[in-house]
């Protein structure tokens, strides 16, 4: 899971039963266990109906928000096991807004609510990336103009 991920306040709602981020997502070596979890690999410490270690996960885990959880705005539809896009949003650097999108159910990305999310993220960051579920990569810039994400503090950043 990436460090950068922007963390707020814990929301209201809760995953299950999605798992995504704890099958969809890499993990450096050392965080979960020795080794590192490739993306598209169950965390060892997933069981049936969950983590098996849910309170005394490690802290990357406790403070993982997708975009979904993080934001109540986002309808039901849109949590990662039902829409199949699992979506971050994250920092770049001099503090721009960004996202990053995970196709995990082929053929998401093409479907009008896959259309609907991606929209959602470009009118509130700078740039998306998204990687389909063939990992290639492409990015979207965001709506507004990258000249309006740029206050004189991120320009000098
Ligand atoms: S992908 Fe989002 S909703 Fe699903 S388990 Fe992870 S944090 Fe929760
Ligand atoms: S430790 Fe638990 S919460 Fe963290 S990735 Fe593994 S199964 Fe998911």
């Known amino acids: 899971m990436p460090i950068l991920n922007i963390v707020p306040a814990r929301p209201a709602r809760q995953c299950t039963p999605c798992t995504a981020c704890c099958v969809y997502l890499p993990v450096p070596a050392g965080l979960l266990g020795p080794g590192a979890k490739p993306a598209g690999v169950p965390c060892p410490h997933l069981g049936a109906t969950g983590c098996r270690y849910h309170m005394c996960r490690p802290s990357l885990c406790a ?83 990258l000249a309006e994400w740029l206050t004189p503090e991120r320009a000098a950043a």
Do not use: M, N
């Open 63 to 145: 403070h993982f928000l997708c975009a979904w959880l993080a934001d109540a705005t986002w309808p039901e539809a849109w949590r990662p096991d039902l829409s199949g896009l699992l979506a971050l949003r994250e920092w770049l650097s001099g503090g721009l807004p960004a996202a990053l999108v995970y196709e995990i159910q082929p053929g998401a990305l093409r479907l009008p609510q896959g259309a609907r999310i991606l929209d959602a993220l470009r009118e509130t960051t700078a740039a998306v990336v998204i990687v389909d579920c063939r990992q290639q990569r492409r990015r979207l810039l965001g709506t507004k103009r």
